[in-house]
């Protein structure tokens, strides 16, 4: 992929994942074949060699859906639970991970973390 391309082709795929339903995910896919296909093929080529795949979150509703191409709120969350298990550099046992995992969700839950506001905790 040439840099200068980047921003804009990831942003014309963006239009194909963030559709409201599959058949506009399919016209987002056809402009972007238009648009990008003679210069990236193989990428094209892999979104219709895949597209049940790809578009499978569509039978889930928007709000988790975004979770679901977005691994930011996963990264957010996983960071936030390291923040208060790493002074520990092992547990004894699972159940004192577990434990202390537990604690750390009911400490962001205490905070009034956004991942609360969408269901996430």
Known sequence: MVWKDLKEFTSDMK?????VNR???A???????QKWGSKYRHDVQSWHRNWNDLTAFFDFPVEIRTIIYTTNLIENLNGKIQKYTKTKLSFPTDDALRKSVWLAMGRLKRNGRCLLEIGVL
């Not at 239009?15 to 559709?19: K, P, V």
């Not at 016209?27 to 074949?33: G, K, N, P, S």
């Open 15 to 19: 239009e194909i994942y963030t559709s």
């Open 23 to 25: 058949d506009q995910a």
């Open 27 to 33: 016209i987002a896919l056809e402009h972007f074949e």
